[in-house]
């Protein structure tokens, strides 16, 4: 089955950290670019942070530049985001994404979602 | 970086009905976007890119338009399990942005 599993996400106090973890299934995760998108409860998407097929190129939200690091092995099929200095902002449902290059990059596929609240 | 606004913000609608959505872009996005579907709880689903064009295994109800900065996801013969939040996104180049959503209750 195609499919894209998140991990690592859970109660974390301001300012610490957390390794999010996607797993790629069913297919190649070399042939396509990657995506993380957040959704704080209720509310609307918000795109983070994007890295090319074999980690050329690498691209952050402002909101996030700095505090958030993106790598991928694609021996293992498998996506990395690392956050750091968390704050109450960034309570959100984290989703990684597949996505193809078509006039930019297309999302196709995504995860299920994992949840990272920040909180003391 | 390029807005994306979507109106109405939720609409009523009954089964059958044919819905519309849309979408506007705050500069010339060519035909670069995207539809999403996300039901309650769960993570959102992929419906169509490059305004028109189906993801796999979308069914032929759904179907965009549009191209510069005005778009619109029209859903056809709505059934019970179409209702969904629906949001659009640019993805002519990064930052990748999405409109608020669209409520179809």
């Known amino acids: 089955e195609v499919q894209l599993v998140e991990s690592g996400g859970g109660l974390v106090r301001p300012g610490g950290s957390l390794r999010l973890a996607c797993a790629a299934s069913g297919f190649s995760l070399r042939d396509y670019d990657m995506i993380w998108v957040r959704q704080a409860p209720g509310k609307g998407l918000e795109w983070t942070s994007y890295?090319?097929?074999?980690?050329?190129?690498?691209t952050y939200a402002d909101s996030v530049r700095g505090r958030f690091f993106l790598s991928r092995d694609n021996a293992k099929n498998s996506l990395s985001l690392q956050i750091r200095d968390l704050r109450a902002e960034d309570s959100s449902i984290y989703y990684c994404?597949?996505?193809?290059?078509?006039?930019?990059?297309?999302?196709?596929?995504w995860g299920q979602g994992t949840l990272v609240t920040v909180s003391s | 970086d390029i807005q994306m606004t979507q109106s109405p913000s939720s609409l009523s609608a009954s089964v059958g009905d044919t819905v519309t959505i849309t979408c506007r872009a705050s500069?010339?996005?060519?035909?670069?976007l995207a539809w999403f579907q996300q039901k309650p709880g769960k993570a959102p689903k992929s419906l169509v890119y490059a305004a028109s064009r189906l993801q796999d295994g979308v069914p032929l109800k759904f179907s965009g338009r549009g191209s510069g900065t005005d778009f619109t996801l029209t859903i056809s013969n709505v059934q019970p399990e179409d209702f969904a939040t629906y949001f659009c996104?640019?993805?002519?180049?990064?930052?990748?942005?999405f409109g608020g959503g669209t409520k179809v209750e």
């Open positions: 994404a597949r996505a193809f290059s078509f006039g930019g990059a297309v999302i196709d596929l």
């Open positions: 996104q640019q993805h002519q180049g990064l930052p990748l942005t």
């Open positions: 500069q010339d996005i060519d035909n670069s």
């Open positions: 890295i090319s097929s074999f980690g050329h190129s690498l």
